[in-house]
């Protein structure tokens, strides 16, 4: 399974940003695909998941309310919308997989099998 995520950039404070990530060789049924993201010095921290069975979604607090995650079955890819950026959110943005159900709980590096490429986001005040 390979992972390409893309649709990083610079926004100012206020602003948006969509990520998207294709997966590719998946064949397992049970699949769900997520967004973590990691600052320098810090831990690679959960964002959002998705089922992609239901599209159940899980979010961190951080994010609920200015981060959306959706799939679209079709074409293996995962986006994640980002309003109301501030600058915390500065990251490195990584989009996983992993080949199981989406639980009620924030999602560790460890759960996830699958991983990708990090794409830069940088949110100026």
């Known amino acids: 399974v390979q992972l390409q995520a893309s649709g990083g950039g610079l926004v100012q404070a206020g602003g948006s940003l969509r990520l998207s990530c294709a997966a590719s060789g998946r064949t397992a049924s049970r699949w769900m695909m997520g967004w973590f993201r990691q600052v320098p010095g810090q831990e690679r921290e959960f964002v959002a998941a998705?089922?992609?069975?239901?599209?159940?979604?899980q979010y961190a607090d951080s994010v609920k309310g200015r981060f959306t995650i959706s799939r679209d079955n079709a074409k293996n890819t995962v986006y994640l919308q980002m309003n109301s950026l501030k600058p915390e959110d500065t990251a490195v943005y990584y989009c996983?997989?992993?080949?199981?159900?989406?639980?009620?709980?924030?999602?560790?590096?460890?759960?996830?099998?699958?991983w990708g490429k990090g794409t830069q986001v940088t949110v100026s005040s």
């Open positions: 998705i089922s992609w069975s239901n599209a159940a979604t």
């Open positions: 996983a997989a992993d080949e199981s159900y989406l639980a009620s709980r924030v999602y560790a590096r460890s759960n996830m099998k699958y």
